[in-house]
């Protein structure tokens, strides 16, 4: 029996202790939105979280529920359904029953992945290396908050340029968005998910559940692009290589041949049947990003955990009993398969990189390493030449080990960090839901990128242009609003649709702030910062 199975609801509470940090996080964000009388905090701490929310409405924003769901910023009603998410779906469900703030189901679903996920990764380690001891307890905190030294050396680099603390992130991709350990995962209800189902693969393949594991492969792939193949390429060559070279018969041949086929699946589905739709092909091409992960970055994020392992197979006779084992040999597969892919770039053009990291690769090297942590704090904590100093030297280490996440988590929640109403911007999206309320087939033509966005996961309106990266051939259509807006030029393929149109009025000095859209336009909406207009089809000539 495993430490955890002796007590279920310490390991709860084991799960909401290492939560915390990211409870924290959303915790500032409401109280930074709560200190400024000016400004409410939505919910959503990174602008791309607002994303999921939008696709959720579209399951029952055309007034009937529909199992897949459309582009919602695709500005046409007609876009195909050709996607589906199992998150997206409970999403959904959730907010229609509810009839909560976006912000506020993704906060409490948020919540709830995160704590399963930490719970199915302390799962993990006690199934590897237990709990029963001090030691090890640490080598827990290390495994699901341990980082590098990103944050460490752009700080030293920030005091020898004459930066100061600007530059802590300036190894750490994205300002630390990327999150290439485990915990700042955690923060993020879709990577706690993915994080989830990776976990309960990886304990369905040592508990020998086939049939579980390739279900969860299956959810795994309908979930998300990036990550389902990346698991799938993983399971498939474990699968293989344990059946064919190391000839266990543990594994059924239908597992790789399952595996095979989910990978085949996964490709026709995601390279094949999608970019058919022109719409989809266009984002594709807005996807194909150079997002690399650089040397710096992956010696300092990764160079800690991979000195750990190495320690561990140091000597061929350890490399040979390690990798005696099935569940070590997975881990190793794992790092190699996802290490490739995080820098495919050497072999095709890249394709946003470091999508592959997520801790993906710090993950598989840390628990292959961790028996040479768990032993040195051990050592520390045992050692009587150390006197008192002992369990000083363990919580400096353990600081180290801990100062990526712990610094950024810091900063973070030290300002306003993720997407706030202001009061004015409030007023509009209350228009916004009154009209569409009227006019759902309206298009929202707005010279304001905040609106445009937050808009479709508010509201179910369509915007003719929204987020940079989903709204199919982006920058045509970001210059025919602009062209709109400067010029008075609007597209042909307005004429046939209630416009409602969200002017942003520039600050002092910001320019010109006497739009004017015409006769055709009933203005409807005025408040110290915006203004709103409607066009109904019927009036179009």
Known sequence: MTTMGRGRARVWLLSLFLLAPAIGLYAAHVIHGGLDSGRSPTGFIQYDMIYYMANAREHFDSGTFKLTYGNPFSPHSQTPRIYF??????????????????GIVFMITGFFLGLFCVRSAIFVYDRLYGLDSLSKMLGLVCFVWGGGLMAVSGGLAGLFNGMGGEDLFRFDPFGGWWFLNLGRNLIYPTEALYHLLVFTVFLAALGKRWIAMLVLLAVLSVSHPFTGIQ????????TFLERVYFRSGEI????????VLLLLAHVLYYLVFLPTFPEHASIMDQWALSWLLRAPTLVLAYGGVLLLTLWRLRRPELARNVLSRPENRLLLIWFLVSFVLAN?????????????????????????????????????????HLGRWRGVVALVILAVVLS???I????????????????????????LRQISGEKKDALLITNDPYVAYTGMAYTPLRSWYSHWACTPFAEKKKAEVAAFFDRGLA???????DLVVVFRVPEPGGGDGDFDPGAAFTELFCNASYRGYLKEAKRIE
């Open 408 to 431: 950024w988590l810091a900063d973070h929640a030290r300002k306003p960090t993720g997407m706030f109403f202001s009061s004015e911007s409030e007023e509009v999206m209350s228009w």
């Open 231 to 238: 698991f799938i390429l993983i399971f498939f060559t474990w």
């Open 404 to 406: 990526d996440n712990g």
């Open 491 to 497: 597209h042909s393929l307005w004429r046939s649709r």
């Open 252 to 259: 059924p041949c239908f597992a790789v041949f399952v595996s």
């Open 344 to 384: 495919h770039e050497f072999a095709m053009d890249p394709v946003q990189p470091l999508h592959f990291t997520r801790g993906y690769l710090w993950i598989p090297l840390f628990l292959l390493g961790a028996p040479a942590l768990i032993d040195g704090f051990q050592f520390l904590l045992d050692d009587r």
């Open 85 to 102: 998410q199992p998150l997206t779906l409970v999403l959904a469900l959730l907010h229609r029953l509810t009839r909560l703030d976006p």
